[in-house]
């Protein structure tokens, strides 16, 4: 049930909260399914309104470091949050990717079912599909091709709709920012409030979980350290070790066998409409602890590939409820498609698959993970923010240049391999990628995959929040999130964000009812 606190001036906060979730994004999103699905009692805290949008990314927030405008385009404010943006791509992490976490992979991809299942995807298995999808069989090669799935649905609160947003027992409020927290006895018992028209209150609750994005939880806890006596002022590790993916034009493909090529690598669909894309990465029995995590994937560059991202953009706007700009260019851009219509027809009613135009080229690209180094961080700047309390944040993305190169290098030569030994196509590598070259990186761009900042750790010397995502010097307050990420693979980071968030719900849900059980008890105790 969404309530606007700017129209709903007399709304009275119940004071028989469980869980308050803050931010109402995927993650945030999710967690309150979960734990409303399990019986809890949830109200979610969103900063922005009923429609998430940009607009006030770029507010209190700079880049200090290496060029990044993830801050002012990878996310969103509002009830969706920055699922209105995305594309919709569940991508797992592998074992390899778990050797610096303080907890094992079977910890997190135990989750993955249930956050499929919750989703509405039905995976078949790589096998499976590598062979509906080329006929291949698996080799040994240090390279292999797997397959990330697309939702048809991207923006979580149309997803959860009927079973959240429309649901009168959880309550959303939207127009809300959390800028402090109140403690009683040790432990968190309400979150203060600002509302957008500048009225303050507090929200209660027995359990307090953080799910408002990378780099406004790490802004938030970084205020309030500067401005309270609250358990974090001491942690010198809030804000470190931000990372996200560095990610580039590698190479350009020639093509063997067009067909073939084809069958390997245009988009399926599987689960009735759920997207299916292939993909190239290490294979993760040859990953040994330290390497760093890639994958490639194919870019299409045709004479007509604006307006298929215009009409594209438009049906992902109109289904995710975000603002587009495309309907002005649409009747130029359906008839320059209409020539086109009789394959791309045929193609999906015969094989279900999406047909590409490459009549420019076809471009080979990575995306990296990077090295997790301390100066890479983010710190309070010096100007004002509008919310009392907060302040500005100076995003200093740093990365190891010679580590990704290095990388780059060995992945692309490796995958030109792959390629060649099928019979599909032949890489034309850039020249600066084949010599490890570190200018290289100046063309290669951050991937919206914000990570890091408020890493998970097995002890409060060297990180933030321990295994169950709880703060470090706390008993009820919690981070859930790409922020917690001590590394952050390869992959999209949005699944394993949602497959966490699986697991701390359990251990929420499990704290709560013995909360409960323990005040039944005492109670019995004193009736005795």
């Known amino acids: 049930m969404i309530i606007d606190l700017v129209a709903s001036k007399t709304f009275v906060p119940d004071k028989q909260n469980n869980t308050v979730i803050v931010g109402a994004g995927p993650v945030g999103i999710y967690l309150a399914h979960c734990l409303s699905q399990a019986g809890g009692s949830v109200v979610v805290v969103e900063a922005g309104g009923r429609v998430a ?45 778990f050797s610096q976490w303080p907890i094992a992979f079977k910890d997190v991809s135990s989750w993955y079912g249930k956050v499929y299942k919750d989703l509405s995807v039905h995976p078949e298995g790589i096998d499976v599909y590598r062979n509906r999808l080329g006929a291949e069989t698996a080799d040994l090669q240090p390279v292999e091709r797997f397959f990330t799935h697309w939702l048809p649905q991207q923006n979580f609160a149309r997803i959860f709709r009927k ?41 209660p609750g027995r359990q307090f979980v953080f799910c408002n994005g990378t780099l406004e939880i790490v802004r938030f806890f970084l205020s309030t350290a500067k401005t ?82 215009n009409i594209k953009w438009l049906i992902r706007s109109l289904r995710s409820g975000a603002q587009s700009s495309s309907l002005a260019s649409l009747p130029k851009d359906i008839l320059a498609l209409l020539r086109m219509f009789g394959p791309i027809a045929l193609r999906f009613i015969r094989d ?47 990365v190891d240049g010679q580590q990704i190169m290095e990388t780059l290098n060995r992945f692309t030569c490796d995958a030109d391999r792959y390629l060649q030994a099928r019979g599909l196509a032949r890489l034309n590598i850039d020249e600066r990628v084949r010599s490890s070259d570190v200018s290289f990186l100046k063309t290669m761009y951050d991937f919206y995959h914000q990570a890091g900042g408020m890493c998970m750790s097995d002890s409060p010397e060297s990180g933030v929040v321990d295994t169950n995502c709880r703060v470090w010097g706390t008993s009820n307050i919690y981070v859930a999130g790409a922020s917690v990420f001590p590394s952050s693979s390869h992959a999209n980071t949005t699944f394993t964000a949602l497959a966490l968030a699986a697991r701390l719900a359990s251990t929420l849900r499990a704290q709560d009812q013995a909360i409960v059980a323990r005040s039944h008890d005492d109670s019995a105790k004193i009736g005795a």
């Open 228 to 309: 309270s006596d609250v358990p974090w002022k001491q942690n010198s590790s809030i804000g470190k070790f931000y990372q996200d993916h560095p990610c580039g034009k590698v190479a350009t493909a020639e093509l063997i066998d067009e067909q073939k090529f084809r069958n390997f690598f245009e988009n399926a669909f599987t689960s009735g409409i759920v997207k299916l894309q292939s993909k190239l990465r290490f294979r993760p029995e040859v990953r040994e602890d330290g390497d760093l995590g890639i994958s490639g994937f194919f870019s299409f560059r045709s004479d007509i590939q604006d307006q298929l991202g």
């Open 352 to 398: 279900r698959r999406v047909m590409a135009f490459f009549d420019r080229s076809i471009d080979f690209m990575v995306q990296c993970e990077q090295r997790p180094i301390e100066r890479s961080q983010i710190r309070l700047g010096n100007e004002e923010h509008p919310i009392p309390g907060m302040f500005s944040i100076d995003i200093d993305w740093q």
């Open 53 to 97: 949008d940009t607009t006030r990314n770029q507010i209190a927030t700079n880049s200090t470091g290496l060029e990044f405008v993830g801050h002012r385009l990878g996310r969103a404010f509002g009830l969706g949050g920055t699922s209105v943006v995305w594309g919709g791509q569940l991508a797992e992490f592998d074992a390899a990717d």
């Open 163 to 203: 079973q959240l947003v429309d649901d009168a027992r959880t309550p959303i409020l939207i127009n809300g920012t959390v800028n402090g927290i109140r403690f009683e006895d040790g432990r968190a018992s309400a979150v203060k409030v600002r509302t957008a028209d500048g009225r303050d209150l507090e929200i």
